[in-house]
Structure formats: structure tokens, C-alpha cells
Nanobody, 120 residues
Framework: QVQLVESGGGLVQPGGSLRLSCAAS????????MGWYRQALGKQRELVAT???????NYADSVKGRCTISRDNAKNEAYLQMNSLKPEDTAVYYC??????????????WGQGTQVTVSS
């Protein structure tokens, strides 16, 4: 059973920083793209950033210049460094990964989410 587990959320003041981590566990062949999404209260889930297996990144305009996504393929982990946080960054952050269970099959997996609250 493949699992994604996020950690690193919490309460931070505006202008502060947080680093989110996502660890994939279980039996699988490889991990393709990994990403971070967020869902604020009453809003739809939205893309924050993605990173391919070779390190190509993509960011939402709202976080460009403030967030950095990275991954450690040896550890099957992804990270989201968030700086200059704003109250509008408050949301539940979800890790998502496209995981290949065999050479021929792949599926999208989601973590359970971690709350990020930006408030003074």
C-alpha cells in the first residue's frame, strides 16, 4: 500500500517561513512527478508547485519567488520551502505524487494534508 505522509505545517506569523515535507512509503517501482496543492476554507484545491523526477519545476504565480519545491529521489521525499508567508497562504497543504507501481501502471496518490496558518 502506497502512502504519502506530510509534515511541517503549523502556525507562523506573516513574513515567516515554513518547510513542508512529504514522504512516500510502500512498495512501488518509481515516482514520477510530485507536487504540492493547497485548499483554503471554502475554496477549491489549487496547484502550488510540481517537480518532475529529473527536477523540472513549475509554480503557481501566487507563490513564485516565495516558494521552492525540491525532492530527494533516494529518500522518496519532496519538500516545499515557503518564505515571506502571507495570510492568504493559509490552507491545508496536500502532497500529491504520480507513482508507478509497476513498469506499466501508474496512479496519483494524495497525502492526508497538513495545515498551514499564517496569522499574527
Amino acid at each position: 500500500q502506497v502512502q504519502l505522509v506530510e509534515s511541517g505545517g503549523g502556525l507562523v506569523q506573516p513574513g515567516g517561513s515554513l518547510r513542508l515535507s512529504c514522504a512516500a512509503s510502500g512498495r512501488f517501482f518509481s515516482i514520477n512527478t510530485m507536487g504540492w496543492y493547497r485548499q483554503a476554507l471554502g475554496k477549491q484545491r489549487e496547484l502550488v508547485a510540481t517537480i518532475t523526477s529529473v527536477g523540472t519545476t513549475n509554480y503557481a504565480d501566487s507563490v513564485k519567488g516565495r516558494c521552492t519545491i525540491s525532492r530527494d529521489n533516494a529518500k522518496n521525499e519532496a519538500y516545499l520551502q515557503m518564505n515571506s508567508l502571507k495570510p492568504e497562504d493559509t490552507a491545508v497543504y496536500y502532497c500529491q505524487a504520480n507513482i508507478r507501481s509497476t513498469v506499466y501502471t501508474a496512479a496519483a496518490y494524495w497525502g492526508q494534508g497538513t495545515q498551514v496558518t499564517v496569522s499574527s
